[in-house]
């Protein structure tokens, strides 16, 4: 079946870096677009962007350009979110989502989910 | 802010029915992009509730329902349950935003 499995918590100080994984499992890994939200504590959903496991290409949604960077793994099916010069404001539950774009799935939707990790920027 | 702007929280007593409002834009639900809804369940991920303005994904009771009008969307619920007490998203498309957006939620609680 399809999974997304998220790295553990991470606890770090304002100005570090931060690496959360997404590794994949129960479908082609290259056919589905990989998103990434986030989920302040007590606050809704922010879409925070996608990349393409076929092409690699990144897409950052406003807000998310500079400090966050997406990367993939393809030959052990995992997708990365690098957070740079973390602040406070940062600390949140980032999760992965599947895009399905057609196909056996509903399309134009986040179909499958991460569990979350949360990232945590405290002094 | 949102782009998709819903109220922020709905109640109900077991049984009732409640309806969710997302309210757009002409630069989303009102250009014609689709309209999903997912169910988060605090301390849990999002579950994908509603595809395509309407439709139920395999294991969705049918208590749920949505629908869109002009720059507008609606999620209802029927015979609440204890079970749906939870934070519901709509999220679209945006053409101004060059790709998704969420609503910024609404939490529902079962009297």
């Known amino acids: 079946q399809v999974q997304l499995v998220q790295s553990g918590s991470e606890l770090r100080k304002p100005g570090a870096s931060v690496k959360v994984s997404c590794k994949a499992s129960g479908y082609s890994f290259t056919n589905y677009g990989l998103n990434w939200v986030r989920q302040a504590p007590g606050q809704g959903l922010e879409y925070m962007g996608w990349?393409?496991?076929?092409?690699?290409?990144?897409t950052y949604a406003q807000g998310f350009t500079g400090r966050f960077v997406f990367s993939l793994d393809t030959s052990v099916n995992t997708a990365y979110l690098q957070i740079s010069s973390l602040k406070p404001g940062d600390t949140a539950v980032y999760y992965c989502?599947?895009?399905?774009?057609?196909?056996?799935?509903?399309?134009?939707?986040?179909?499958?989910w991460g569990q979350g990790t949360l990232v945590t920027v405290s002094s | 802010q949102s782009v998709l702007t819903q109220s922020p929280s709905v109640s109900g007593a077991p049984g009732q029915r409640v309806t969710i409002s997302c309210s757009g834009s002409s630069s989303n639900i009102g250009a014609g992009y689709d309209v999903h809804w997912y169910q988060q369940v605090p301390g849990t991920a999002p579950k994908l509730l509603i595809y395509g303005n309407k439709n139920r994904p395999s294991g969705v009771p049918d208590r749920f329902s949505a629908s869109t009008s002009g720059t507008s969307a609606s999620l209802a619920i029927t015979g609440l349950r204890a079970e749906d007490e939870a934070d519901y998203y709509c999220q679209s498309s945006d053409s101004s935003r060059s790709g998704w957006v969420f609503g910024g939620g609404t939490k529902l609680t079962v009297l």
């Open positions: 990349i393409n496991p076929n092409t690699g290409k990144p």
């Open positions: 989502a599947r895009y399905c774009s057609g196909g056996n799935c509903y399309s134009g939707t986040f179909d499958y």
